[in-house]
């Protein structure tokens, strides 16, 4: 296999050339998509591929050498002053729009949005063409089957809004199963789902189905036990409806607003229309979850033997999670035991969605679900670690693009702390300081707010790591040995930069994948090192969040 780059402003791509596709070259425009061991497409969008079918006479003889040459040129110093160099307004990928470039930017795709210095080079151009990536990624493992359905209900703490929509998602497998792990949300005041989802794994109970509802969170109602009873009503009347063994065997997640109870006699109206499941993409059950998110987050990977790692995610406000995101389902058909399950989920939850953040908020019913059909064996526990590692990452990225009023992500490297704790503290407190998110909406690079902020959180902590620090923007450095660098030429690079990583937050789908690139280096020499995530602060944060409820 031979994996190219980005040729200059031909932004083509030669993605694999091996002995299953002899006499065929795929050329992608532009380079979108993953390639699997095997040859086989892994990952989407696929803005727009061809399959070029060569004369006989061009076998693998040919067309190995051409990849070569395609990466070989890639490489090559010319083809970088070709890609530093480029004009937006000339440079053009063939046959669709003008290519956007920024002076700092490596482009790659997936996880370059956690790589310093890198750009992912993901683009939308329509909410039809997003969706249909999702779902070219979403089909299901084997051994899983969906179902959704709508509901409408009145509030009884809030009548007076009339009726409301609800979705109830319900993610089904063959056979009840012991390969379930899960995090939950650390916040003092779980919602019940959460507390029946801890006890479940806690008394290592077998889940063949896991429920989801919106609209209504299910934390601290005015009943009796908490809305525990609410919950596992939900849970055994499904079980009813799916012949399942019992409603122990089904594990619940809702999201919503907190603090109202569950319309149970409505919801338990509308499991009927779950009987019938289907074996169809994951998309739907991606919608299906969504409260404020403006568009469904899906990713998937391929493992070996043919088994695939598919999951969903939720969540767009209240985002500063502590052992989960707000709601992530994922599901796989590798078999692996349970205590590898719970080791690698917990290991990728902490580097992922443990290192995102949109308002600093932890929400009270985070839930991250890993669950297998077990049905393939042979997957090496080391490839599935990895494909959970990049699937996870992939996913918080997406939350913070997605994140109620986000116009920017901001991505924050740390290094040299004394350790990785410090690292992502020194992170958190950047993407979470409202002065420098409110410069980064208005494409200001008030570079005084970022290095504040870095100065509190170090002198809070009693650090001594201020000595010697370094802090850049787009690559630019902005702050070393104690004083700014900065002149008009800079200031109107940096301003750029911004500039280049802003979308339009009304949008239905990602723009593109871009980030502001910060990095921070700290004077003490530590090996800690950490990557966040997180977003900028624009007055559609605060419509959003005015309007919640209504």
Same mark, same amino acid.
């Given at each position: ?129 997003? &969706?249909?990536?999702? /779902?070219?990624?979403? $089909? !299901? +493992?084997?051994?899983?089957? #969906?179902? %959704? *359905? ?111 109870? &569950?319309?149970?006699? /409505?919801?338990?109206? $509308? !499991? +009927?229309?779950?009987?019938? #499941?289907? %074996? *169809? ?270």
């Amino acid at each position: 296999m031979f994996l190219g780059d980005v040729l200059g402003p031909f932004q083509f791509k030669v993605d694999t050339i091996d002995d299953n596709m002899e006499g065929t070259m795929i050329i992608l425009h532009p380079a979108h998509a993953a390639v699997s061991h095997r040859g086989a497409l892994a990952s989407a969008p696929l803005r727009a591929m061809r399959e070029v079918e060569l004369p006989s006479v061009f076998s693998r003889a040919v067309t190995a050498p051409m990849a070569l040459g395609a990466v070989a040129l890639s490489r090559s110093a010319g083809a970088r002053r070709m890609r530093r160099n480029r004009r937006p307004e000339v440079v053009k990928s063939f046959p669709r729009r003008a290519a956007r470039a920024h002076a700092t930017c490596a482009c790659r795709a997936s996880g370059a949005e956690w790589v310093a210095g890198e750009q992912d080079d993901r683009e939308f151009q329509s909410e039809e063409e997003y &969706l249909k990536s999702l /779902e070219l990624q979403g $089909a !299901l +493992p084997g051994g899983f089957r #969906l179902a %959704s *359905s709508s509901l409408k209900f009145v509030p009884q703490e809030a009548q007076e809004m009339g009726e409301l929509p609800m979705k109830l998602t319900v993610i089904c497998l063959e056979d009840p199963t012991d390969q379930v792990a899960a995090t939950f949300t650390q916040n003092a005041f779980p919602g019940a789902p959460v507390k029946l989802g801890r006890q479940r794994l806690r008394e290592k109970q077998k889940i063949q189905a896991l429920v989801v509802n919106n609209k209504i969170s299910n934390v601290s109602p005015p009943d009796a036990d908490g809305g525990i009873m609410a919950s596992q009503r939900i849970c055994d009347e499904l079980a009813k409806n799916l012949q399942l063994p019992s409603g122990n065997c089904v594990l619940p997640s809702s999201t919503g607003v907190i603090g109202w109870r &569950l319309p149970v006699d /409505e919801m338990v109206a $509308a !499991l +009927p229309a779950l009987e019938d #499941l289907s %074996s *169809s993409p994951a998309l739907e059950a991606a919608k299906g979850i969504m409260t404020t998110d403006r568009y469904p987050k899906l990713a998937a990977r391929e493992l070996a033997n043919g088994a695939r790692l598919v999951g969903i995610a939720k969540g767009a406000g209240m985002i500063e999670p502590n052992m989960a995101t707000m709601l992530c389902f994922l599901m796989t058909d590798a078999k692996l035991s349970p205590d590898e399950m719970q080791q690698f989920l917990s290991e990728a939850v902490s580097e992922s969605f443990n290192a995102i953040s949109v308002d600093g908020d932890e929400s009270t019913s985070d839930t991250t679900v890993l669950i297998s059909s077990g049905h393939i064996d042979g997957v090496p526990p080391s490839v599935f670690r990895q494909a959970l590692r990049e699937l996870c990452r992939d996913l918080a990225a997406q939350v913070v693009r997605n994140g109620e009023g986000t116009q920017h992500v901001i991505r924050v490297t740390v290094k040299g702390a004394e350790d990785q704790e410090m690292a992502k503290k020194v992170g958190k407190a950047v993407v979470n300081g409202p002065l420098f998110k409110s410069a980064v909406a208005g494409n200001d690079p008030n570079v005084g707010r970022l290095i504040g902020k870095v100065g509190q959180t170090l002198g809070a902590s009693g650090a001594v790591m201020a000595e010697g620090c370094v802090c850049k923007i787009g690559g630019e450095t902005i702050f070393e040995d104690g004083q700014f660098r900065l002149d008009t030429e800079k200031e109107r690079r940096l301003s750029g930069h911004l500039k280049f990583a802003a979308a339009n937050c009304d949008l239905p789908y990602p723009e593109h994948r871009r980030v502001v690139d910060v990095e921070v280096i700290l004077g003490g020499g530590g090996s800690g090192t950490a990557v966040v995530l997180g977003s900028d602060l624009t007055t559609e944060y605060v419509k959003i969040n005015a309007d919640y409820r209504s």
